[in-house]
């Protein structure tokens, strides 16, 4: 199965500042920072994958778009908007925020107990399963809590 990069050369141009109020950044690490931030215009409270244009090409850009994109309908992975865009440093997409966080944030000292463990689980594998049969591997597995389903 081939899986088919956006081919888009030009994404809208924003100013991050006049657009978004940045809450804070969510992480850090080589290639991105996660930002929650508020869309000035909508208030609807996103994260930003802002990703560096120093260690990162407009092509690997659009892939890790994309695949986020391809597999957001699944309701273990996280949503994927149809937005993208750049400003002078960073590529940018958008997100649904997490609030409860990911899966290590979560776990006291005492675990999650057996019931949480088990529906974590059952979780993870359908996520990795749906990504798996879309042809793809998984290689920076984080987890987030989603709601129940009774």
Not at 82 to 92: G, L, M, N, W
Not at 120 to 137: R, T, Y
Request: aromatic fraction near 12%; include cysteine; proline fraction near 3%.
């Amino acid at each position: 199965m081939c899986h088919l990069i956006k081919r888009l050369t030009l994404i809208g141009q924003v100013n991050l500042v006049e657009e978004y109020d940045i809450l804070q950044t969510v992480g850090e690490g080589w290639f991105a920072k996660v930002l929650l931030a508020e869309h000035r215009r909508t208030r609807a409270e996103v994260v930003l994958k802002a990703v560096s244009k120093d260690t990162t090409s407009r092509r690997e850009f659009f892939r890790e778009f994309h695949y986020s994109y391809y597999l957001s309908p699944h309701p273990a992975v996280s949503k994927t908007y149809d937005c993208a865009f750049e400003s002078e440093r960073y590529f940018f997409f958008a997100q649904e925020f997490a609030p409860f966080g990911d899966l290590t944030s979560n776990v006291g000292d005492r675990g999650l107990g057996e019931v949480y463990t088990k529906r974590v689980a059952a979780q993870i594998a359908s996520a990795l399963d749906f990504m798996h049969s879309k042809e793809l591997v998984h290689r920076d597995l984080k987890v987030r809590e989603t709601p129940a389903i009774d």
